[in-house]
């Protein structure tokens, strides 16, 4: 129960322990070079520790008030962070989930540190730690063969969306959204496009590029650009 209480000694203890699992988890992140990394990663779970900390110390000392209350303001309150590592490309690409749900994870762990809860917070703290660094590779290969991709693709003016519908679907490929993209104008007064392909077949994103090539070349249209994104 010693260091269930707040005493001195559990303080430092805690404020150690929740700058070393928030630097855990910033260290995997930084590595990979993602918005928050290594420091921002310990101050959020450092900070939430210390925010606990406070809370209890103040039911502590006054005898009164809600344990949890500035708790949870930290649970609501991370969001207005991790919002901020979330960046939406020109290409309609969202980045940077990973990164806000690994700070709101971090928070929760700094949150169980502060409040003395410190198997619940070494054990997060390495399951996330796990989730963010092994399992990023099992995703990687999950993805890496779909039968579903985003194709950016620009027409000159002498095709049109209707021509290359018809040549993809002599491949059997379904187009399920199309969107024109009119913040890019082309010089040659061409369009942009972004589409939503189904293929029949999973296959990765070179293979699928050299089909699209294929149906192209097959029905004489030549696009100005096209990739998988």
């Known amino acids: 129960m010693v260091l269930r209480a707040v005493t001195w000694q559990a303080v430092i203890l805690r404020i150690i ?11 995997e992140r930084g590595r990979k070079q993602r918005p928050a990394g290594l420091r921002t990663y310990m101050l959020v779970c450092v900070g939430a520790c210390l925010i606990m900390l406070t809370n209890e110390y103040v ?4 005898g009164t008030g809600d344990p949890v209350r500035m708790g949870s303001q930290v649970v609501s309150g991370i969001g207005f962070l991790g919002a901020g590592t979330i960046i939406v490309t020109r ?3 969202i ?3 990973t990164t806000a749900a690994g700070l709101w994870a971090a928070a929760a762990v700094g949150l169980a540190t502060g409040i003395g809860f410190h198997e619940a917070a070494i054990t997060g703290a390495l399951v996330i730690f796990l989730t963010l660094s092994v399992l990023s590779n ?12 985003e194709v950016y693709a620009e027409l000159p003016p002498t095709v049109s969306l209707g021509m290359l519908m018809d040549a993809l679907d002599l491949r059997d490929f379904t187009i399920d959204d199309i969107q024109l993209d009119t913040r890019l104008e082309l010089s040659d007064g061409g369009r942009c496009f972004l589409m939503s392909v189904y293929a029949k077949k999973r296959m990765d994103r070179a293979a699928m590029l050299d089909e699209i090539t294929l149906a192209t070349q097959a029905a004489d249209i030549a696009l100005t650009k096209c990739r998988i994104i």
């Open 95 to 97: 980045k940077g989930l």
């Open 59 to 62: 039911v502590q000392v006054c």
């Open 17 to 27: 322990a929740s700058f070393v699992l928030g630097g855990l988890l910033g260290l």
């Open 91 to 93: 290409h309609n690409q």
């Open 138 to 149: 099992l995703d990687g290969r999950m993805h890496r063969k779909s039968d579903h991709f």
